[in-house]
Nanobody, 116 residues
């Protein structure tokens, strides 16, 4: 059973940085795309950034130029480097993995809180 283990969330002041990690474990998995979503209090879930197996990235307009997603395929781990954080980035961040067979896995989420 594949599991996604997220880490790196926490409390940071505005302007600071955090690095989130999402590691796939528990079984063989062929990564097609890995995605970070976030959901703030009282808000709907939104896509933050994604990266496919070829390295192509996609970002929400609200994080372009501040967040960077990367993928270590051999380690089955992706990273979300978040710089110049703003209070509006406060949310629970979720990692998702879609395999080449179209199966989707989700992590439990990691909380990011940015104080003003």
């Amino acid at each position: 059973q594949v599991q996604l283990i997220e880490s790196g969330g926490g409390l940071v002041q505005a302007g600071g940085s955090l690095r989130l990690s999402c590691a796939a474990s528990g079984g063989a998995v062929s990564i097609n795309v890995m995605t970070w979503y976030r959901q703030g209090s009282g808000k709907s879930r939104e896509l933050v950034a994604s990266i496919n197996r070829g390295g192509t990235t996609t970002y929400a307009d609200s994080v372009k130029g501040r967040f960077t997603i990367s993928l270590d395929k051999s380690a089955k781990t992706n990273y979300l480097q978040m710089d110049s954080l703003k209070p509006e980035d406060t949310a629970n961040y979720y990692c998702s993995l879609q395999t080449t067979f179209g199966v989707a896995y989700w992590g439990q989420g990691t909380q990011v809180t940015v104080s003003s």
